[in-house]
Nanobody
Framework: QVQLVESGGGLVQPGGSLRLSCAAS????????MGWYRQAPGKQRELVADITSGARTNYDDSVKGRFTISRDNAKNTVYLQMNSLKPEDTAVYCC??????????????WGQGTQVTVSS
C-alpha cells in the first residue's frame, strides 16, 4: 500500500508565500515523477508543476517565476514553494506520484489534497 500525505496549505494574503510538502510512504520501490495539481471550484484539475527523479521540472505557465518545485529522493518527498501568491491561485492542491511498487506494479497515486486560499 502507498500513501501520499500533504501538508502546508492555509490562508495567505495576496503577495504572500506558502510551502507545500508531500511525503510518499509504503511499499515503494522507486518514484519516477512527483508533482502538484490543483483544482479550483468549478474548474478542471490542472497540473501546477512536476519533477522527475532526475530533477527535470515542468511548470504551468501561470506559475512560472513564482513557484518552485523540488524533491528529496531519499525521503520520497516533494515540495512546492509558492511565492507572490495571487487570489487565482486559490484551489485544493493535490500531490501526485508515478511510481513502481515493491510488487513491480506501476501507476499514479494521489494525496488527499490541501486547501490553499489567497485572500485579503
Amino acid at each position: 500500500q502507498v500513501q501520499l500525505v500533504e501538508s502546508g496549505g492555509g490562508l495567505v494574503q495576496p503577495g504572500g508565500s506558502l510551502r507545500l510538502s508531500c511525503a510518499a510512504s509504503g511499499s515503494i520501490f522507486s518514484i519516477y515523477r512527483m508533482g502538484w495539481y490543483r483544482q479550483a471550484p468549478g474548474k478542471q484539475r490542472e497540473l501546477v508543476a512536476d519533477i522527475t527523479s532526475g530533477a527535470r521540472t515542468n511548470y504551468d505557465d501561470s506559475v512560472k517565476g513564482r513557484f518552485t518545485i523540488s524533491r528529496d529522493n531519499a525521503k520520497n518527498t516533494v515540495y512546492l514553494q509558492m511565492n507572490s501568491l495571487k487570489p487565482e491561485d486559490t484551489a485544493v492542491y493535490c500531490c501526485n506520484a508515478y511510481l513502481t511498487t515493491n510488487w513491480d506494479t506501476q501507476g499514479d497515486y494521489w494525496g488527499q489534497g490541501t486547501q490553499v486560499t489567497v485572500s485579503s
